[in-house]
């Protein structure tokens, strides 16, 4: 069964790091681009940062550009979002999603087709 998995979330001070993992089984990652996404209670989605199939493109909000890298690891099927410097306005529901094409239409569009369940980062002091 197709599936995705977030973890790496938690609790954080403001100007502390976190790293995020995606995990994929079911399916090969190498084929296909992934992005990340979060979302707050009564907030719309919002897209944070998307990765080619191969790695060699990334795109980020610009609310999380200098902050966040997006990574991948393709051998061990997974993708990473390094979140450093982080914000109390970065407290947010993380999701990670499966691109239905190899490269990333901008940080945030495209048919994203299989999503995560999300993963908490609550940053607060």
């Known amino acids: 069964q197709l599936q ?6 938690g609790l954080v001070q403001p100007g502390g ?4 993992s995606c995990a994929a089984s079911g399916f090969t990652l190498d084929y296909y681009a992934i992005g990340w996404f979060r979302q707050a209670p009564g907030k719309e989605r919002e897209g944070v940062s998307c ?3 191969s790695g060699r493109s990334t795109s980020y909000a ?6 966040f890298t997006i990574s991948r690891d393709n051998a061990k099927n997974t993708v990473y979002l390094q979140m450093n410097s982080l914000k109390p306005e970065d407290t ?19 048919p994203f087709d299989y ?3 999300g993963t908490q980062v609550t940053v607060s002091s």
């Open 4 to 9: 995705l998995v977030e973890s790496g979330g």
């Open 17 to 20: 790091s976190l790293r995020l």
């Open 51 to 53: 990765i080619s199939s």
């Open 62 to 67: 610009d609310s999380v550009k200098g902050r």
């Open 92 to 110: 947010d529901t993380y999701y990670c999603a499966r691109l239905r094409l190899p490269h990333c239409l901008g940080y945030a569009r495209g």
């Open 115 to 117: 999503w995560g369940q």
